[in-house]
């Protein structure tokens, strides 16, 4: 089967079986969102969604994350993965936030890297779900289910990324994303 064949199988499959696939990070905002996928690195998202509502709750926005201090943080989040390392992290993004971007989550992917805890897969992320842009972030989900149906060949994330971007109808980039992290979760 060619692989254009394989996309058209895939797009459709999973277009009819799955039209409204969505993160399972729970958040109200931008804000939260990016909160929520920074923490998300090493972890599951069932654990995020334990921590972040007290989290939300104390800290509802970059100002009052950003007047905190890493200890503080720590408090909220210790049940998660690098804890100490995502406290940090979290704000000094929210510092940036509010002095680089006056309070608003950018849409440009490079934009978001800049921030401490935002690689490429959390900047993907935010960019395809808050923007719908069409961007793919690559998680071990996504990198495994790409290469075992066929979709990529690629063996680091980013080849996985760019083959999924390149041969992927754009509309539907940043809905295949969640198609196959679902699929590797719980298939």
């Not at 254009?4 to 009819?16: G, L, N, Q, T």
């Not at 608003?104 to 490429?120: A, F, H, T």
């Amino acid at each position: 089967m060619l692989k254009k064949e394989r996309y058209k199988i895939f797009v459709s499959h999973f277009a009819a079986k799955q039209p409204d696939a969505e993160t399972e990070l729970h958040y109200n905002n931008p804000f939260q969102l990016l909160v929520a996928v920074i923490l998300s690195a090493q972890c599951t998202d069932k654990r995020i969604n334990q921590v972040t509502p007290a989290l939300f709750q104390r800290f509802p926005n970059a100002k009052t994350l950003a007047d905190t201090t890493p200890d503080i943080v720590f408090d909220y989040i210790r049940s998660v993965s690098y804890p100490n390392n995502k406290a940090k992290h979290l704000v000094g993004m929210a510092k940036m936030l509010l002095n680089d971007f006056n309070d608003e989550v950018p849409s440009d992917i490079d934009q978001l890297q800049k921030m401490p805890g935002v690689g490429r897969k959390t900047a993907n992320v935010i960019a395809s779900v808050i923007y719908n842009a069409p961007a793919m972030a690559v998680d071990t989900h996504v990198f495994r289910v790409a290469n075992r149906i066929g979709l990529s060949s690629g063996k680091t994330p980013l080849a996985v990324e760019k083959e999924l971007v390149k041969n992927l109808p754009e509309e539907t980039i940043h809905i295949a994303h969640h198609w196959l992290i679902l699929h590797g979760r719980y298939v």
